[in-house]
């Protein structure tokens, strides 16, 4: 299985990235996926969860500014983050349990400025 995330980069306090993860191999498809993100100096933290049904949940501190999405057809997870403030600031890692093996992406950057 690999995972394979995008869309990272700078964006100004308030603005909006997408990032994705596109997962790939053997039992990947369609399966739950999580999101996390690690800022510097401290550690890697829960973002949100889609579930392999669709249902998603959120840390509190993103809830109402991120929304995760899914294109099935592509095997590829989206999180949508709004209302970016400069604590958002982290590398985000996409994760996917698949047969009880635990597969992380290589993480894109977010940066987000004041």
């Known amino acids: 299985v690999q995972l394979q995330a995008s869309g990272g980069g700078l964006v100004q306090a308030g603005g909006s990235l997408r990032l994705s993860c596109a997962a790939s191999?053997?039992?990947?498809?369609?399966?739950?996926m999580g999101w996390y993100r690690q800022a510097p100096g401290k550690q890697r933290e829960w973002v949100a969860t889609?579930?392999?049904?669709?249902?998603?949940n959120y840390a509190d501190f993103v809830k109402g500014r991120f929304a995760l999405s899914r294109d099935n057809d592509i095997n590829t997870v989206y999180l949508q983050m709004n209302s970016l403030i400069p604590a958002d600031t982290a590398v985000y890692y996409c994760?996917?349990?698949?047969?009880?093996?635990?597969?992380w992406g290589q993480g894109t950057l977010v940066t987000v400025s004041s």
């Open positions: 994760n996917m349990w698949v047969r009880n093996n635990n597969y």
């Open positions: 191999g053997s039992g990947a498809s369609r399966n739950g």
């Open positions: 889609i579930a392999r049904g669709g249902a998603t």
